[in-house]
């Protein structure tokens, strides 16, 4: 039998907000690594929704600074105009390292 995680992920910014709202962001430990680009940060940790001491401690996190120029033009090619920063970016995101899980709250 397995373990039970789940081993990569690419988190928006909606379930950590959400999350740290009811007190459950260590519900994320189930994954090995936690990918959370730049966007993301900006809008749940760096807005103070999320204290980034909480996210740190999960000891899981990588955060990723991505290609704007790239992402722009995955943006034109998928037709993403009307996502918001940190859902294009996860998108990307996913697409760059090859996750297939995408955590969201839309």
């Not at 962001?25 to 189930?30: A, D, F, M, Q, T």
């Not at 680009?37 to 999320?50: I, K, N």
């Amino acid at each position: 039998m397995g373990t039970g995680r789940v081993n990569l992920a690419v988190v928006d910014a909606g379930p950590l907000i959400h999350l740290t709202e009811i007190g459950c962001l260590s519900l994320l430990r189930i994954f090995d690594v936690l990918h959370i680009p730049d966007a993301v940060w900006s809008e749940a940790v760096g807005q103070g929704r999320v204290p980034q001491g909480h996210v740190l401690e999960l000891g899981i996190v990588q955060r990723h600074t991505l290609s704007q120029r790239d992402l722009m033009r995955l943006t034109q090619e998928k037709g993403f105009e009307e996502l918001q920063n940190g859902e294009r970016e996860c998108l990307y995101l996913c697409q760059q390292e090859g996750v297939s899980v995408l955590l969201t709250d839309g």
